[in-house]
């Protein structure tokens, strides 16, 4: 279960196929370019008036309620023919390896971050139904920056898809949810969260090249402290293939490039990558992701002692206990999704 060639599936005529490329477009460069249109249909008198009150509403909402959404969302966004498509096009798998009873709540560290975090985002976020087959009555959310529910529109999408918040307090509020089937917030019959977190985040897209498996966690400890604050079992998840779907223009650390990407991500928390994808019509440039497939691994839960000031040393042991365990994942799993996986390694920094 290698490399995934860029051939199409029998199942997939012409016109479906190119249709999967086109949404899979539509879906990478969205951010980037929606809000700029919307921003610019807004110059109007009555446009910035909508706007300011708009603008006004989401700054409440998101300090007051971290811009919450109940259950799981809104579902037909999180399961339907276009997330299926996205899903069948790299393709993406989600492989179980242990139980997530849903009577807790539970932090999934998931590596690598890749360019976009696209396995991830699809098990976990916009295409949720063999996760839900897997882990039932357990809600999985994503943890992504805090900005981006600031952003008028793309904040209801991204809630709608079931992320959150990855600020402490944000964290903090799901982790300590009710467990319980009675509890108001559980109407939907789901009686746990499951936060995703991309820990690596933007320092750890800067490394994702195909074949490069680096990971950034030796000096993120944040997620251990809110584990052990909220009493949430870790769960350590390893993504195979995500790294492939895109390159980047050479970025060594030593490059200028480097350098500014390393300025720009101290300045807005996001790291200004050029991606080398693929095109409509020709598979050697452009922004639509390569086909190569991506399968998450999800391991089984570290338990952590729950308390409100965690010991250093404490700390240290658990983040000791998750690097290990993705160490394990990487060895055990790495010559069943990787191809010629003996000229393929595991780097921690």
């Known amino acids: 279960m290698g490399s995934h060639q860029d051939a199409t599936p029998a199942s997939f005529t012409n016109?479906?196929?190119r249709f999967i490329r086109l949404y899979c477009f539509i879906f990478t460069v969205y951010v980037s370019v929606f809000n700029n249109i919307f921003l610019g249909?807004?110059?109007?008198f009555m446009g910035r008036a909508?706007?300011?009150l708009y603008l006004s509403f989401i700054y409440y909402d998101h300090k007051k309620h971290f811009s919450n959404i109940y259950g799981n969302g809104w579902l037909p966004l999180r399961n339907n023919f276009l997330t299926k498509h996205m899903r069948d096009y790299?393709?993406?798998?989600l492989v179980k390896t242990a139980e997530l009873k849903p009577n807790r709540n539970y932090i999934l560290a998931c590596f690598p971050h890749g360019v976009i975090g696209t396995g991830v985002t699809n098990n976990m976020g916009n295409n949720i139904g063999k996760w839900l087959q897997l882990y039932p009555g357990v809600r999985p959310k994503i943890a992504t920056l805090d900005m981006h529910f600031y952003i008028p529109f793309l904040r209801e999408i991204l809630r709608f898809w079931g992320l959150i918040s990855c600020s402490k307090e944000s964290l903090i509020y799901y982790l300590t949810k009710s467990n319980d089937p009675e509890h108001s917030h559980n109407k939907d019959g789901f009686t746990s969260n499951a936060v995703a977190l991309l820990v690596g985040g933007a320092q750890e897209s800067l490394d994702s090249h195909p074949r490069n498996y680096v990971l950034t966690i030796?000096?993120?400890q944040g997620f251990i402290k809110v584990a052990i604050r909220t009493g949430s079992a870790i769960v350590p998840s390893f993504s195979f293939g995500e790294v492939d779907i895109y390159d980047q223009v050479n970025n060594s650390s030593d490059s200028c490039l480097r350098r500014f990407q390393l300025f720009v991500k101290e300045l807005t928390g996001v790291s200004p990558l050029i991606v080398i994808g693929r095109g409509f019509f020709q598979y050697n440039f452009g922004f639509i992701p390569q086909r190569h497939q991506i399968v998450q691994v999800v391991g089984s839960p570290i338990e952590v002692k729950q308390t409100y000031n965690p010991d250093p040393q404490y700390v240290n042991e658990i983040?000791?206990?998750v690097i290990e365990a993705l160490e394990e994942m990487f060895e055990k799993y790495k010559h069943k999704y990787i191809q010629n996986a003996n000229t393929v390694h595991l780097v921690i920094n």
């Open 15 to 17: 016109i479906s196929y």
């Open 41 to 44: 249909k807004c110059l109007s």
């Open 50 to 52: 909508i706007l300011l």
């Open 90 to 93: 790299f393709p993406i798998e």
């Open 218 to 220: 030796k000096s993120r």
């Open 319 to 321: 983040h000791q206990k």
